[in-house]
């Protein structure tokens, strides 16, 4: 049984060249914002785009066990927000199978609602912190 009937999950990747050292960061909150979750870690080389999608295939992975029905998910990439929806084609090999996975997860809960906001966004500014932390403890 799950927890909650709605989560929020705030994502967000980067990588310090491109490619080149990364990490990934997430919040998982409740209808309310309050923080159920939130982690970052480095994840080695890759690119920001790769980045992006392997946040959100964490942030997705670990929601399973708090909730099965409603996620409302947040990110700076627009990249990964518009092929998400539908509006752009994934067309780079090593972002088709991350999309899949997304994809694959996302089929675990009732709805899963992808919604781009400014990296300036308070709610984003929170985990892209986390993520830089986590490059800067891996010495990047």
């Not at 060249?17 to 480095?42: L, T, V």
């Not at 929601?63 to 990439?77: G, I, N």
């Not at 912190?129 to 010495?139: K, Q, S, T, V």
Request: charged share 30%; net charge positive.
């Amino acid at each position: 049984m799950s927890k909650y009937k709605k989560v929020i999950l705030v994502t967000d990747g980067g990588s310090r060249g491109n490619p080149g050292p990364s990490a990934i960061g997430y919040g998982i909150y409740d209808q309310d914002w309050n923080a159920i979750e939130e982690k970052s870690e480095y994840i080695g080389k890759g690119t920001n785009n790769e980045a992006e999608y392997l946040a959100l295939v964490a942030a997705l992975g670990r929601a399973t066990r708090y909730c099965k029905d409603d996620v409302e998910h947040y990110s700076d990439s627009e990249l990964l927000v518009r092929q998400l929806k539908g509006q752009y084609r994934v067309k780079a090999g090593n972002l088709k199978p991350l999309f899949g996975k997304v994809s694959t997860l996302s089929k675990k809960f009732g709805s899963v609602k992808h919604h781009h906001v400014r990296r300036t966004d308070k709610r984003l500014a929170r985990i892209d912190g986390l993520l830089n932390e986590a490059l800067d403890g891996a010495g990047y």
